[in-house]
Structures are given as C-alpha cells and as structure tokens.
C-alpha cells in the first residue's frame, strides 16, 4: 500500500513550471556552483543594493549563517511597491470570515496604503528598526498588514497564535522584550468570540516592555483602553500618508521571530533574517505549488504558525499571487467549509494540514462531494507525516484523482519547504515528503552521526545550509549551537527520523524522541499509526513506548474510532491482529486506549511526550503543557488509562 507510485500525468507535466528534466537541470545547476545558482535565484526578489557576496556557512563551532550578507532590501518593498506597476489593480488578499456570509477583497494598491499608513504611525509611536513588535491578531487582514508594516520600518514581528492564553502571549513578549504589542478587540472561530483585547490586558500586567498597544477593531465588542498606553487601529491610522519610506535593511537583519509549537518541549524563539528567507520564500512557493499568475492561492494555517508567515504572507506576495486568509475553521458551520470555500472562490491551489484531512474523513464523502472543486490544481500537506490512509483519501475524494499531493517537509527552523514532490516533477508515493528541493542536502546519520548510504532509516540531518534557515534563537546563540549542532557536529540535526528507500525517496517517520524500541527493534511512530488508520473504523490514532518487562518498550496505542463506531473488545482484539498482519508481530500493540480526543497543539501536531507519560503512569510532570489545544482531553485520558 505505502509503496504505491502514482506517476505524474503527462499533462500536468507539459504545464508545469518544472518538469523531471528541468528539475534534474537545476539540481545539477545547484551542485555545480551553488554561488551562481542563487545569484540568479536572488533575482526573484526586489533588493535596494544587491548582494555581492552569495554564502558564508559554519555549522561547527559557534555556528554562523550568512546569506547574500552585503545586500540591502526590505521584504515589503518585494510584497508591495514593486507590484503596483503590473498588479496594483490584482487582488493581493482574498479574506473569508468565519460566518460564510462575509468576505473581502484586497487590492496590492490597497494593501500598499493601508501598509504604509500603519508603518507612519508605529514610527510616531516611537517604533524603529530593531524594536519587537508582538502581533496577536485574529485572522483578519490586518494581520498581513500588520506584518508588514513592521518589515516596512524594520521592527522585528512575533506573532502569538490568537487562541494562546495570557500566559503563553505574556511569556513570549517577555522574552523577547516587545515594545508594541498589536492586537483586536476580539477574534471569531466556529461562531465563537476570542477576548484577545482583554487577555492582552492581562498578559500586559506582567509586561512593562511594552510601551503602545494597537488595537484593530473587528467584532465591535467592548473593550476596557488604557490611555496613553491604547490606541484604536483606525484613529492612529486616519491621517497618516499612504506612502512611507521602507527602511533599508541589511540582508542578515531580523524580519521576525517566532516561536515553534512545542510539541517536544518549551517553546524556542526562532529568528530569521531577511534576505535569504524573502529568496526561500519565494523559490519555493512558487516552484512547490506551480504557481502561475492570476491563481487563486489557498493555505489553510494561521498567520501565528511559520506555515502562514511563508505560505500566506511573504512567499505569495512576493510572487504577485492573489492568496485567501480564513478565518474561521474546517467543521463550522458544518464539515463541508473547506470545500464550500474552494468553490465559492474558485481555488487553484490548497493546501492544509494531515489533522484536518483526518477529521474530515471521520465524516465521509458526502460532504466534499456536495461541492464543486473542478477549479483545484495542486493539493499540499503539511505539518506532520501523512498516513497513506488519508493521503489517498485526499487525492481520490477531494482531489478526484486529478491533482498531484505535495507532501511538504519542513519546519519553523527551515523557514519554507525542504523536502517535497514538484508536482511536474516527481512521481509521488502516498505518505512520502518523496525528494529534496534543489539546493537541499538531506542525509540520514546512525546514532554516532555516521552517513548512511542507500535504503537505510534513522536521524534526519542537514549537510549543508540553504537561504531560509533560521539563523538564532532570539537572545540565546548558544542554545542555537547547543539544540541544532551538538547531536552531529558539523551538521543541522532536524530532530526527526526519516527512512529512504531505494528509489531515494524520504519517508518522515515522526521525532526522534518518539523513536519506539521493542526487543531491540527500532521503530517510527509514523507507521505504526498508519497502519491504525487504515483499519476501517480508525480515524485517528497516536502511538508511544511504554515500560515493559521483557521487551524493554512495548506499544501503546490511543485510537480515535469514526463517528458511530462503538469501542468493543471484540474490535479491539481485531486492531491488534490488524496492525500484526499489517507490519508484522513485531509492532503488535501492547495496549490500546480508547480516546475520544488526542492531546494536541494549537496547531494541530499530536503531542506525544504527554502521552508517553500517562501510559508510563508518569502523570504528575507533564512538562510544559501551555500550547495545548484542549487541556481537558489530557485528564480524560489518565483517567481511562488501560492496564
Ligand atoms: P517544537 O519544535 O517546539 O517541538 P514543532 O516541531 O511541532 O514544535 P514546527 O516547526 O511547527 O514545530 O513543526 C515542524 C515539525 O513538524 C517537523 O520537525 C516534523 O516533525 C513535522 N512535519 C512538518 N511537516 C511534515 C511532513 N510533511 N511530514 C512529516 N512531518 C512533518
Ligand atoms: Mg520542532
């Protein structure tokens, strides 16, 4: 089944900006003077002094990433003016409420002034290049714009995921000393009303950095104002011009921080800079997706993920795309938004994560089938391994089985796409990222760090650098050298496991950290959770090691059945023997858990260190849990703990 190769279709390679030849061409390109390849690649955005010098890359010792690092450019400057000649008339945003009934449209010439309006007045308020400026914002437009007009003046952008607590948004301003926080009154989710202004309010108890605090207003609701500290978004903004003077930056200035999910631990404040991200943003969100002028672009993540800073926001931009935000979420106002949504704006391009296509197959076909989504090209995935399970549903029901699936591996550290199909390119393999993009130089290391060659398994590395790399963590250069370059020295060291198999193809089989050893057998959480998912009545499954005497570990699985399935032994006993026949009696489960619910990030990643802990019955320090979803989930699984 996993191995199943589903060739590109000559007419879909015919069209494609890449085809197989063309991207054997640039591999080539790449490896043969790999200055001149980006020297041209950099073109690709707008710089005010170009860069003379291409790389300059040490992983070893205190680690130094340098790209293009004499030019200067503003990445708003790539987004915007240099649209409004050719495309200030396009629509540059699509924005989809969470009510189905609202909507807007955004012009790169609207963009532009509302941009710089913003930009005018953060610099009244005294913000200048350097100064961080915290962003928790619903997913409205004034997120992009907020973004941007913080590129714009040089003021380094962290933006807090909407749904995180006081807390979480207190700790994260915090540590990276924001000057201005910009936020709403409220936001809106499935129907539901967000209180940001007020948890702002409380997180600011605790954060006297913060000297200004913008807030746009969005559902009207009542709001308590500090004055002097608060200012309304469109009284600030009414008589500031619409133009406004990008500040020239230095290729290896910040552009922003942001913090990763924290599905294997605290959060970490990973910094990019701006030259090479604007490049990697760019080369690859056009060249993943085969973006072609006038597409209608569609990625489903939230501005607070990377996901949206480079596949919402910087990357579509600055290939002149016209590219929809949405605000609400898949299930409201019922199971068939995603696709209603694809219709209603005629959508080329989607791309979401393996948790929503999950839950949406828990539902059936009926709700896909219902809307019409004759307009979609490409389809992408992202965020975690997709099990071939939903991976073919996705291609054969929402897809018709016309539009090629990228599988897109990367992460916040990576600021964009690493490994995936072309989708003019690559043959794909249900649940494989299948091969790195040109420039990228993956390689899989034993635990001495030693390359392994051919069909092997074991820690994702990367040889070498590429322009969206991460260059710190914000005030914490050492834990950058300590997190990403102590496990192999002289390599970037990805924290996941991966196999590739002898078509060379990659295959994510979840953290290392996850890694489940069974008498001696190495095995990924991936496959064993692929294997659930395939059964019938599976929806969703989590698997981790516990304690056990013999084996050393033994597996533990959490299973979420389909709708209307009811959890009996005699099916329990049949998921067992599945997954023995479906991999072998090596990953036989041990346990399996019902759960009515997974514990799981606000972006949707399973979380596993937790569930490791309650099936080791290890439930008093279950670390840090403040990126949780839904908290109550945890409780409901300790106490239904098997055995
Ligand atoms: P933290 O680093 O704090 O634990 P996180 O790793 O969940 O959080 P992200 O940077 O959002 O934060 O996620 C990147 C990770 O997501 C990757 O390392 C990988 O484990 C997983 N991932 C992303 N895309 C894919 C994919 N297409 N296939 C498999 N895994 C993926
Ligand atoms: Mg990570």
Aim: proline share 6%.
């Amino acid at each position: 089944m996993a191995d199943e190769l589903i060739a590109v279709k000559p007419e879909i390679a015919a069209r494609a900006r890449i085809d197989a030849a063309k991207r054997e061409a640039m591999v080539a390109a790449e490896a043969r003077d790999p200055d001149a390849f980006w020297r041209t690649e950099m073109n690709r955005i707008a710089w005010m002094t170009a860069p003379t010098k291409i790389k300059a890359v040490d992983f070893t010792g205190d680690v130094s990433i340098k790209w293009f690092e004499d030019g200067v450019l503003n990445a708003s400057v790539s987004c915007l003016d240099r649209h409004l000649a050719t495309r200030g008339d396009q629509v540059a945003i699509i924005w989809e409420g969470d009510d189905p009934n609202t909507d807007a449209k955004v012009t790169y010439r609207e963009l532009h002034a509302r941009v710089c309006q913003l930009a005018n007045a953060m610099r009244r308020l005294g913000i200048s290049k350097g100064d961080r400026v915290c962003i928790y914002l619903p997913m409205i437009v004034e997120a992009a714009v907020a973004m941007l007009a913080c590129a714009r003046v040089g003021a380094i952008h962290s933006i807090v995921f909407g749904g995180f607590s006081p807390d979480s948004l207190a700790s994260r301003i915090q540590d990276s000393d924001c000057a201005m926080l910009i936020t709403a009154d409220e936001g809106r989710r499935g129907g539901r009303k967000v209180p940001l202004k007020a948890n702002a309010d409380e997180a600011l108890l605790s954060c006297p950095s913060i000297r200004s605090v913008i807030v746009a207003k969005n559902t009207g609701g009542a709001v308590d104002m500090m004055a002097g500290r608060d200012h309304w978004w469109d009284a600030i903004t009414a008589g500031e011009g619409t133009t406004c003077e990008p500040e020239p930056m230095n290729a290896e200035d910040p552009l922003f921080i942001l913090y990763t999910s924290g599905s294997t631990g605290k959060p970490k404040g990973v910094l990019h800079t701006t030259g090479g991200y604007m490049v990697w943003a760019s080369f690859t969100h056009e060249n993943v997706f085969d973006y072609r002028d006038g597409e209608i672009y569609w990625c489903t993540a939230d501005v607070g993920w990377v996901t949206g800073h480079t596949y919402i926001v910087y990357g579509p931009l600055a290939n002149g795309a016209t590219t929809l935000m949405f605000e609400g979420v898949p299930s409201w106002p019922d199971n068939g938004r995603f696709w209603q949504v694809c219709a209603k704006h005629k959508v080329n391009i989607f791309y979401t994560a393996p948790t929503a296509i999950r839950a949406l197959m828990r539902d059936g076909e009926a709700p896909v089938k219902k809307h019409d989504r004759s307009s979609i090209r490409i389809l992408g995935s992202v965020g975690e391994p997709i099990n071939p399970e939903a991976w073919l549903w996705y291609y054969r029901v929402v897809g018709d089985s016309r539009c090629p699936i990228v599988d897109t591996w990367w992460q916040t550290e990576t600021g964009g796409i690493l490994i995936s199909p072309l989708p003019g390119a690559v043959a794909q393999k249900p649940g494989s990222a299948t091969l790195p993009l040109p420039g990228v130089k993956p390689a899989i290391v034993d635990s001495e760090g030693k390359i392994l060659e051919g069909a092997t398994e074991g820690n994702l590395v990367l040889l070498d650098s590429w322009p969206g790399q991460m260059r710190t963590i914000y005030g914490d250069h050492a834990r950058f050298g300590q997190t990403y370059f102590s496990t192999f020295p002289g390599m970037y060291f990805t924290g996941d496991g991966a196999r590739r198999d002898a078509d060379g193809y990659y295959w994510i089989t979840g953290r290392v950290d996850d890694v489940i050893n069974v008498a001696g057998h190495r095995m990924g959480t991936a496959e064993v959770e692929s294997a659930l998912v395939a059964h019938p009545a599976v929806a969703e499954a989590a698997v981790v090691g516990m304690p056990h005497d013999i084996k050393g570990q033994g597996i533990y699985a959490y299973v979420t059945l389909k709708a209307g399935i009811d959890p009996t032994e005699v099916l329990r006993k049949e998921l067992v023997a599945w997954v023995r026949k479906e991999i072998g009696p090596i990953a036989t489960p041990d346990a399996i858990q019902w759960a009515p619910g997974l514990p799981k990030t606000r972006s949707g990643k399973i979380m596993r260190r937790i569930l490791r802990k309650i099936a080791a019955n290890e439930t008093e320090g279950l670390g840090d849990t403040s990126t949780l979803a839904d908290p109550g989930v945890v409780q409901e699984l300790i106490e239904n703990k098997v055995g």
